[in-house]
């Protein structure tokens, strides 16, 4: 039954296009740092999309309509069925919802209210936001829907409506279940419909943390008050999935939504969501100076970090498992390539022409940029200097030594690859 139903899964992928955001092609790419592909090399559950808010556009997607396990990210549908019974007046923030001992019993993490005790409709969302907990989630899915089951196909219903054509649920909290399934572009929908039909409530996810019963709670996704201009969504984790996260922020009146799914870690997967919403960003206020441009996945994935990912045994849903490694069975990354800093060609030591390969949250980020290239791109940048150069909170990966025609030269085999190049005149 299992394997009839994930067939049809399969093959309704080809049918994704009919309401699928739409893909916008241009000529120009804007890089993603190179250590972020450290999830898609390192784990094939991984997938991501980066998407305007407002228009629907994808600028990025990788893997986007391949089935994942949603985990945690599944509370996002659970509230949005709970927002839509508060919006219609079938729910108060004030009714109580009753913990079964079917709630009570989930795996964590929960917020551990015994079966038979109540608690608001206003703290199971709360808790679900937050915690991301799994009791509240399921006895709320119980309010609504009568069993959790009737409303997992409610759940499953609507998703339909919005589009989500290759999601199926089968429960409210995203505890493992092989047949729960989703996408990152069905989760991006799901992201904008929160938004757009109830945008009174889309602040519950901006809570960083809430007061339950005499302790503080806080939520999981750390992108909150550490990345400018993020104000939710919501985080996941099973060892089957990995870590997910959506997330979405607004800079200079433009809002992009960010998905990320099988990441190795929680620190990668922040990381790697938070170069999405970066790069994506950039190419907004490079496409409002008129510049065609889309985000575009550095094609060279790293081959050092290909080890298995180690987790702990037990699945918790969500939470944080910042203690999670990744086992490297080759060289440590950013030792392979190094860039000429010493010698100089006479030719080149007399250029004044640069070559800007990327911008990055971390130096180390930078310099191994610096290193790919170098080995990647040894004949356009033999003898130049490489240097990781800070720009504010940033660091640029820059290239000094060029004459213009060399700069132009090496910065044309670069786009022929797909990755980010900027020729810089002498100042």
């Not at 790293?302 to 999670?324: A, F, I, K, M």
């Not at 490489?386 to 213009?404: I, N, P």
């Not at 910065?411 to 990755?419: D, E, I, N």
Request: net charge positive.
């Amino acid at each position: 039954m299992i394997a009839t139903r994930a067939r049809r899964l399969f093959l309704a992928l080809g049918l994704a296009a009919a309401t699928a955001l739409p893909v916008v092609a241009t000529p120009a790419t804007a890089q993603i740092p190179y250590f972020q592909n450290l999830l898609a090399a390192s784990q094939t559950k991984y997938a991501a999309i980066v998407v305007d808010a407002k228009s629907g556009e994808i600028l990025y997607a990788k893997h986007a309509d391949s089935p994942r396990y949603p985990a945690s990210i599944t509370k996002i549908m659970t509230l949005y069925l709970t927002f839509e019974a508060l919006a219609s007046g079938k729910l108060h923030l004030e009714d109580r919802v009753v913990i079964s001992p079917h709630a009570a019993a989930q795996s964590p993490t929960k917020l551990g209210v015994r079966a038979g005790d109540s608690i608001s409709v206003e703290e199971a969302m709360d808790g679900m936001a937050t915690r991301s907990a799994n009791d509240a989630a399921v006895a709320m899915a119980e309010k609504i829907g009568g069993t959790e089951s009737r409303f997992a196909a409610l759940m499953t219903l609507r998703a339909q409506e919005l589009g989500m054509q290759n999601t199926h649920f089968v429960n409210a909290s995203g505890l493992p279940d092989s047949r729960q399934l989703s996408t990152a572009r069905d989760i991006a929908i799901l992201s904008r419909a929160v938004m757009r039909d109830y945008p009174q409530y889309y602040k519950l996810f901006s809570m960083q943390e809430f007061r339950f019963r005499g302790q503080t709670i806080a939520n999981h996704n750390h992108l909150l008050g550490r990345m400018a201009g993020v104000d939710g969504l919501k985080t996941g984790f099973t060892n089957a999935s990995g870590f997910n996260l959506a997330v979405s922020a607004v800079r200079d009146n433009r809002r992009l939504i960010a998905v990320v799914m099988g990441g190795p870690s929680t620190a990668l997967r922040d990381e790697n969501a938070e170069s999405l919403l970066i790069t994506g960003f950039d190419v907004m206020r490079r496409r409002a100076n008129g510049e065609k441009i889309v985000v575009a996945q550095n094609m060279f994935e790293p081959t050092e970090l290909n080890g298995p990912v180690v987790r702990p045994p037990v699945e918790q849903g969500d939470g944080d498992q910042d203690q999670l490694k990744i086992v490297l069975t080759g060289a440590p990354a950013g030792k392979a390539g190094k860039v000429a800093v010493e010698k100089q060609s006479p030719r080149l030591a007399k250029a004044k022409w640069a070559v800007q390969v990327g911008e990055f949250r971390s130096k180390s980020d930078a310099r191994a940029q610096i290193a790919l290239v170098a080995k990647k791109f040894g004949d356009q940048f033999d003898g130049a200097r490489g240097a990781a150069d800070k720009a504010g909170r940033r660091y640029k990966a820059v290239f000094t030594g060029f004459t213009e025609s060399d700069a132009k030269g090496a910065c044309h085999a670069l786009k022929a690859k797909r990755l980010a190049c900027e020729v810089i005149r002498p100042a």
